[in-house]
Structures are given as structure tokens and as C-alpha cells.
């Protein structure tokens, strides 16, 4: 571990608890919310919160760490936005598909969930491009 893997790991995680926020929090609240049997509810879900930071430390550790080993010496936006829409399509796409399949979730809804976190991972991978600009490998 560097200070430019602790660094990026910090504002990833940090962006990516604040964006999943915005959109399962305020964005897709009311929709949650008509699936009573199918969601926790507020006050039982605030027990798990530990968690849910637990889950994000994950994700954002393991974000930056692949990015890092794969970045190459192209312009570091686009390579971003590529790597965010490969991460999106490796796992916000096939889950909340599933999720669909498995679960009575509304369509609609299940869009939303896929079009909402895969901007959200296109952003957060611009993001860590940017922390590792300048620091990639030429193949």
C-alpha cells in the first residue's frame, strides 16, 4: 500500500457511501418503501449499519486496488470512464438483474437501481483515474 492507494481508497470510499446514499436513500427511498415485505424497514436496517461501512470499505479497497494494477499509460478520463463501465457491467447490471429474477421487484425500479449505480461506478472510476493520473503502466 502506497499514499496514492490510501488516498484513493479514502475518496473512493467517501464518494461511494455518499453516492449509494443519494440514490437507495433519497432517490429510490419512496420506491423501497412500497415493497414493505421485501425491505427492512429504517429502524431495523440502522442495527446492520456497521455493515453497510463495512461493505463500502470492501468495495472501495478492492475498486482502487484493480484499478491500480490495470492502469495503462492512455488519457486517464477515458480509461476511467472504461473501467466504470466494465465494473458496472461485471456488477450493479447482472445483480439487480438477478435481484429481478429472484425478487418481486418492479421493473422500473430495478432501471432505476441499474442506471443510478452504474453512473454512480462510470463517476467514481473517473475519480480514481484521476487519482492515479500520470502513475500508469506502458505496455
Known amino acids: 500500500m502506497n499514499k496514492k492507494f490510501l488516498i484513493g481508497w479514502a475518496l473512493i ?10 440514490i ?8 423501497y418503501a412500497q ?3 421485501l425491505f427492512r424497514t429504517e429502524a431495523d436496517s440502522q442495527q446492520y449499519f456497521p455493515l453497510m461501512i463495512l461493505a463500502h470499505l ?6 482502487v486496488w484493480i484499478y491500480a494494477r490495470g492502469a495503462e499509460a492512455k488519457p486517464w478520463v477515458a480509461q476511467g470512464i472504461r473501467f466504470g463501465i466494465a465494473v458496472a457491467l461485471l456488477t450493479a447490471v447482472p445483480m ?4 429481478f429474477v429472484v425478487q418481486p421487484m418492479p421493473g422500473s425500479m430495478v432501471i432505476k437501481q441499474i442506471v443510478y449505480d452504474g453512473v454512480l461506478t462510470v ?17
Open 13 to 22: 470510499f467517501i464518494a461511494w457511501f455518499l453516492g449509494s446514499f443519494v
Open 24 to 31: 437507495h436513500g433519497v432517490l429510490l427511498h419512496s420506491d
Open 35 to 37: 415493497l414493505p415485505n
Open 58 to 63: 470492501m468495495l472501495s479497497g478492492a475498486f
Open 96 to 99: 439487480y438483474t438477478i435481484y
Open 123 to 139: 463517476v467514481l472510476a473517473v475519480i480514481v483515474a484521476w487519482v492515479y493520473r500520470g502513475v500508469a503502466k506502458t505496455s
